[in-house]
């Protein structure tokens, strides 16, 4: 058992490693366009083990406990256990493997406002989520562009646009698909 001075020691050796993230020197996370690249102080005070007790999935994870902010738990769906509580938390990209912040206020929009489970996680940095986005938004209208039936010359120099987008950013991996979005040589004659 340790004495009262040693355990003081070991709490605050403990608390002022996680104010700073161990593994990531302050200032190197991505940008985020809302909330910034540095956490967001709470006036809330909750300890380590108040967080901990409070939603299991913290542990492990490199938290900043001094932007907690308490959750409201009538807004929560879970399947397991609510998450009582929000904070910081420095994660690693997976498409790019730069270091991002999960912030308290986001993981608080995405479970209580959009609905999310609150064991959800953030995989990927406010970057590669955007570009994700584009993407998506990018194959939607090439999908739709090439099923439609009459095509103007317009249409045809979109598609060929977003075709060769999509072929570049390897989302079209395929040629014969890149094909479908060329316009045939007798309509190039015509138009």
């Known amino acids: 058992m340790l004495s009262g001075k040693a355990a003081a020691r070991k709490r605050r050796r403990r608390e002022r490693s996680l104010k700073r993230s161990p593994r990531v020197p302050p200032g190197r996370f991505v940008r985020h366009p809302r909330y910034g690249d540095r956490p967001i ?39 397991f256990a609510p998450r009582r509580v929000y904070v910081d938390m420095a994660m690693r ?6 270091w991002f912040l999960w912030f308290a206020l986001e993981q608080k929009h995405w479970i209580e406002e959009l609905g999310f ?19 998506r938004d990018r194959r939607k ?28 950013a390897g989302e079209i991996s ?10 045939p040589k007798r309509l190039r004659r015509c138009l």
Do not use: N
């Open 117 to 135: 489970y609150c064991d959800v996680q953030c995989h990927h940095c406010q970057d590669c989520r955007h570009t994700a986005h584009l993407l």
């Open 41 to 79: 102080l709470s006036a809330e005070r909750w300890t380590e083990a108040q967080i901990l007790r409070a939603y299991p999935g913290y542990r492990g994870a490199s938290i900043f406990p001094e932007t907690a902010i308490a959750a409201d738990l009538t807004r929560q769906r879970y399947a």
């Open 93 to 98: 990209c997976r498409s790019c493997a730069r």
């Open 174 to 183: 395929r040629p014969e698909t890149l094909l479908k979005s060329r316009m």
């Open 141 to 168: 209208a090439y999908d739709s562009l090439v099923a439609q039936e009459d095509k103007t010359r317009a249409d045809w120099e979109r598609l060929e646009r977003l075709g060769t987008a999509l072929w570049e």
